[in-house]
């Protein structure tokens, strides 16, 4: 009888730590979501799923995620973090990069609380011990979404429908076939992105030039709208973004109805019910993909990384659904591509895939004869950039290794920032 009762004390023991070494979930756990947006915007949608789909794996009740909605980049930030400390909240996160500054202040205030600064980047320098940097490879998928590209603009070409005799005005003097990106601000993470999807055409379609637009807003319908209309007017054939509304793609469909040729590659979230026919596919990140690992460390007690960044390797990064106006055999071309940046065989920015002019301001860059880049110095202090000084101090890495640069491994934000060959920006934002 002892025996019996021994062993279903053991069971019940068993039963309320969690079986086969799985998080218990606590009812008493609370997450705190600061969000520059609402569900109605791509990427804060985007984050939203990601945290309720780790929190659903995780145990943890919609109930017990407290959400900040449309919290502006200044001291709005900070009064949302205490009343989520106020609320009961042990792991706070953020996910807009204009939000940094005042998590690092509420992060100072409140020690027995984590906060995570979302794209953030002085995490590791600024001596606050709770606060956290996330974020993903993105420049992965935005490669692979360029590869789709470029997947179409060759059948284009191929079928005889994108020549420039039957459409001068979407190739330059040389016979380059146009493209544009509608970009948000011309920080290095936009840089980062609109490069990498530039290579990832041009790795399938060689003959190609791009012009980037910028809004100067991370969220503008109209204004991304008038920047895929003026793009598509000088010729411009696909249209990528690095902003999170539909107004690219939906002006997209409208001028390919119209008899135009022009397709979209959106950003976030699927774009096939914005742009049925444009539409071709999106970059995205699988947030849940973080998201499950910061909150089961802060559950389980455990330190959260300072700085996070991942990507097709752990399954951190896609694209969205293909659309019908993908050429034939994409899914298949684009399998074998996302295969080769999981195992690492495929470095997206390849030093032998592009080249650097002297004319271009790129004083950390050095290059050789033939314009390709044999160093890139970078300096990871933050900085005033009003008074060029350092808010906090960082070390200067080289970030050119084994013949490719190295983004996001030194810290979890890009700082990608060279302007290649080939890409033009437009450094008056659209109105």
């Known amino acids: 009888m002892k025996k019996l009762v021994s062993l279903l004390l053991v069971c019940t023991m068993v039963l309320a730590f969690g079986a086969c070494g799985k998080t218990k979930a ?76 005042f998590m690092v202040q509420a992060a100072e205030e409140f020690s027995d609380v984590t906060f995570v600064s979302m794209t953030g980047d002085f995490a590791a320098i600024c001596g606050s011990n709770n606060l956290k940097n996330a974020f993903t490879k993105v420049y992965e998928s935005r490669y692979v979404s360029g590869v789709v590209a470029g997947l179409k603009l060759k059948e284009l070409t191929e079928s005889g429908k994108l020549t420039a005799e039957t459409q001068a005005n979407s190739f330059d003097a040389d016979g380059n076939i146009k493209v544009g990106y509608v970009g948000a601000f011309n920080y290095a993470e936009v840089v980062s992105g609109y490069t990498a999807f530039y290579l990832g055409i041009k790795s399938v379609m060689p003959n190609v030039v791009m012009e980037v637009k910028y809004t100067n807003s991370w969220f503008d319908i109209d204004k991304e709208a008038a920047a895929a209309e003026a793009l598509i007017a000088s010729g411009c054939v696909i249209i990528g973004q690095h902003a999170d509304s539909t107004g690219a793609p939906a002006a997209t469909e409208k001028l390919l109805n119209s008899g135009k040729i022009c397709y979209s590659v959106g950003y976030n979230v699927d774009m096939l019910e914005t742009a049925p026919n444009a539409a071709l596919t999106s970059a995205t990140n699988t947030w849940s993909a973080y998201y499950t690992e910061a909150i089961k460390n802060a559950m389980d007690g455990k330190e959260i990384a300072t700085d996070w960044a991942e990507g097709y390797a ?20 684009v399998a074998g591509v996302e295969a080769k940046l999981k195992d690492g065989t495929l470095k997206v920015f390849d030093t032998s895939k592009f080249t650097v002019s002297a004319k271009q301001n790129t004083c950390t860059v050095e290059t050789d004869a033939d314009g390709k880049v044999t160093s890139c110095k970078v300096n990871l202090s933050f900085m005033d950039y009003s008074t060029m000084t350092p808010i906090y101090e960082g070390e200067t890495v080289e970030c050119i290794k084994d013949g490719a640069f190295e983004e996001s491994s030194f810290r979890s934000a890009p700082y990608f920032s060279i302007r290649i060959d080939g890409i033009v920006e437009n450094t008056v934002p659209v109105e």
């Open 314 to 333: 752990k399954d951190a990064v896609a694209i969205t659904k293909l659309g019908s106006s993908c050429a034939e055999g994409t899914a298949d071309y």
């Open 26 to 101: 606590d009812g008493d756990f609370k997450i705190g979501v600061i969000l520059i947006g609402d569900d109605t915007e791509g990427y804060t949608a985007a984050h939203m799923n990601g945290i309720k789909e780790a929190a659903k794996s995780l145990g943890v009740a919609e109930s017990n995620i407290i959400w900040k909605y449309k919290v502006t980049e200044d001291s709005k930030c900070y009064d949302a973090a205490a009343d989520l400390v106020a609320s009961g909240c042990k792991v706070i996160f953020s996910n807009s990069y204009g939000h940094q500054t």
